[in-house]
Each structure stands twice: as structure tokens, then as C-alpha cells.
């Protein structure tokens, strides 16, 4: 991929190579960037060697010199260790080039960084996704993302390769993680509703199958019903996205909503159903758990692995 204004091709790094993560840097590299990567998890390094990328030792190795810099981590502590930690890319990434911050967490946060690392010359896009492992790795992502329009255009060749659907929702850092905030509370709502429909259907000893098949053609259908409740139906709780997600996610929302003094109580009931569910010792398992604590709160039996 050139930049469009000299034969040179552009340098993206991502760090932070896990289902997502690794997806995005696939997609980047079909579609013609030069891509090195780093994290933790020297098996999820190896993986992007063998496709052709060069691995950096430390986050600031992986984004020496880069255009564009795409962090996929869990939370905005993270992020903040990858861009100004001892081993951070804020100081080695390219002049003028750009950080996409793909992590969930709160505006502040996010309009705080986008401060601290304009003011060395380089720009920030605040840029949470949507979609899971199949899509990042099909490119095929939503990005929200807001910032200026310096940032959008330093990171559009690579928003095009890793994204379907693109959100340009403001020039200012933070609103990206805004709009991420309210998406995290429908998903996190419907998670729990979905894992208490399901553990309701199995007291009431319904065909559990039958009723995904009826719900899902029905007015209670959700995205998250249809997508989740069949790890339940297979007993199958691999975490594709794992209940720690949510006390962290929920818990970021019920912050928000106290420093503003606005009621979320619904919100906050999902956020106690995964924490019970962490609790219990879930809390790296699959977020469709919550239906697994409502078995062991009710003695309920639910469909086990084949």
C-alpha cells in the first residue's frame, strides 16, 4: 500500500495481537502494508511471523518508525503503557503519524491521551470497534472513531483495509468512546437477558433448541440472543469474549452515569450478574456464563459439550 505521494509503502504496526488484533493485522497485510506487531503472548507473535510480519521486542521496537500505529488492547491503562510506558511507541512512531486506539474505555481517558500525544506532534484517533474475530479477520469490522481531520487522514488507508463500516462521529477524542459506552450497555443488557431467557426456558423444561429456534423468528429476538445462546445449547464457553469484559465494560457505563448523576438501573443489574458470574470463577470464560450461574443459583442441568 503507497501513500499516494511518493512509491513508498506505508507502515502500519499493531499491538496487540489476539483474535482481534491479529485479524486487523491480517487484514492489513492483504491489503499491501508493511506490518510489524508485538504483545505478550509469544504464540500469538509467532502466528503473525509466519504470515510475513516483523515482530517487534517491545511496543516501541514494533512501532519504530510507523505511519500508523493500531493498539488493541483491553483497557485504557494499557493503552496508556503501550503509548508512554518505559517500552511505549509515542516517541518512536513516525512524526506526523497517527495512534488508532481501538481499546473500550472512558472519554476522559481518551480525550487525555489524544492531549498528551498531539503535543509531541503525532495524532490520535479514538477508534473502539464492533465485531468479532471473523470479522477483523475478513476486514470487515465498525469502527466509531473520532478525531481530527489530520487523524482521519493519516489512518484512512488503514481504516479501509481492517473496516466495513466506518463512523466519523466528531473531531474530537472521546466521542468514539462514548458512542462505544452506550453499544457496550445495549450488549452487556442483552448478554444477561438473553443467558436469563434461556436458564428460564430450561425450568420451565422447554425443548431449548426449539425455543432458540421460535425466539429467533420472534419479536424477543436480539443480536446477542441469536449469537450467544447457542454456547449454551453446546455447552461450549471458549471465550470469544469473555465475562470480564463486562464487569469492566458496565462498570465504565455506571461510572459515567454517577458523575452525571443519571440513572442507569438496568444497566446496573446486568453489571451485578457479572460480577456474580465472575465470582463464581468465571470470570475468563465465555460471557454467555451468566446462564451457567443462573443453573447453579436454580440446580438447573443445561446442555453439556458432545
Same mark, same amino acid.
Given at each position: ?7 513508498t509503502?506505508?507502515?502500519? =504496526? ?16 492483504? &491489503? ?12 500469538? +507473535? @509467532? ?10 521486542a517491545?511496543?516501541?521496537?514494533? &512501532?519504530a518508525?510507523?505511519? +500508523? ?6 483497557? =485504557?491503562d494499557?493503552?496508556? @503503557? ?6 511505549? +511507541?509515542?516517541? @518512536?512512531m ?19 491521551? &489524544?492531549?498528551?500525544?498531539? $503535543? ?24 466509531? &472513531? ?7 487522514d ?12 466506518l ?5 474530537? $477524542?472521546?466521542?468514539? !468512546? ?11 443488557v442483552?448478554?444477561?437477558?438473553? +443467558? ?22 420472534? !419479536? ?19 471465550p470469544?469474549?469473555a ?21 442507569v ?13 465472575? =465470582? ?11 446462564a451457567?450461574?443462573?443453573?447453579q ?9 458432545v
Open positions: 500500500m503507497t501513500d499516494g505521494n511518493a512509491n509503502t506505508l507502515r502500519c =504496526a499493531v499491538i496487540g495481537l489476539g483474535s482481534m488484533g491479529g485479524g486487523m493485522a491480517a487484514s492489513l497485510m492483504r &491489503a499491501g502494508f508493511e506490518v510489524s506487531g508485538y504483545d505478550v503472548n509469544q504464540d500469538a +507473535c @509467532t502466528r503473525l511471523a509466519a504470515e510475513g510480519a516483523r515482530i517487534g517491545t511496543p516501541a521496537d514494533a &512501532a518508525g510507523a505511519d +500508523c500505529v493500531i493498539a488493541v488492547v483491553v483497557n =485504557a494499557q493503552t496508556e @503503557t503501550v503509548l508512554f510506558g518505559p517500552d511505549g +511507541c509515542a516517541a @518512536t513516525k512524526p506526523g503519524g497517527v495512534f488508532v486506539s481501538s481499546a473500550t474505555m472512558a472519554p476522559e481517558r481518551a480525550r487525555a491521551f &489524544a492531549a498528551r500525544l498531539e $503535543a509531541t506532534g503525532r495524532h490520535y484517533l479514538d477508534a473502539p470497534m464492533s465485531g468479532g474475530a471473523a470479522r477483523a479477520a475478513d476486514g470487515q469490522l465498525t469502527m466509531l &472513531a473520532s478525531g481530527s481531520k489530520a487523524a482521519f493519516a489512518a484512512r488507508p488503514a481504516l479501509q483495509a481492517m473496516t466495513g463500516t463512523y466519523e462521529l466528531g473531531d474530537e $477524542a472521546g466521542l468514539g !468512546a462514548a458512542f462505544k459506552m452506550v453499544n457496550q450497555l445495549l450488549a452487556g442483552h448478554i444477561a437477558a438473553a +443467558c436469563e431467557a434461556i436458564a428460564f426456558a430450561a425450568h420451565q423444561g422447554l425443548d431449548l433448541r426449539r425455543v432458540y429456534e421460535v425466539i429467533t423468528k420472534s !419479536a424477543g429476538n436480539s443480536w446477542m440472543f441469536e449469537n450467544r445462546v447457542p454456547h449454551v445449547l453446546d455447552g461450549d464457553y471458549t470469544r469474549s465475562v470480564n469484559i463486562f464487569t469492566k465494560d458496565l462498570g465504565i457505563v455506571l461510572d459515567m452515569a454517577r458523575a452525571g448523576q443519571f440513572p438501573p438496568v444497566a446496573g443489574a446486568a453489571l451485578q450478574m457479572y460480577l456474580m458470574t465472575a =465470582a463464581a470463577g468465571m470470570g475468563k470464560d465465555d460471557d454467555a456464563s451468566v451457567r450461574l443462573y443453573a443459583i436454580s440446580g438447573l442441568s443445561l446442555p453439556q459439550p
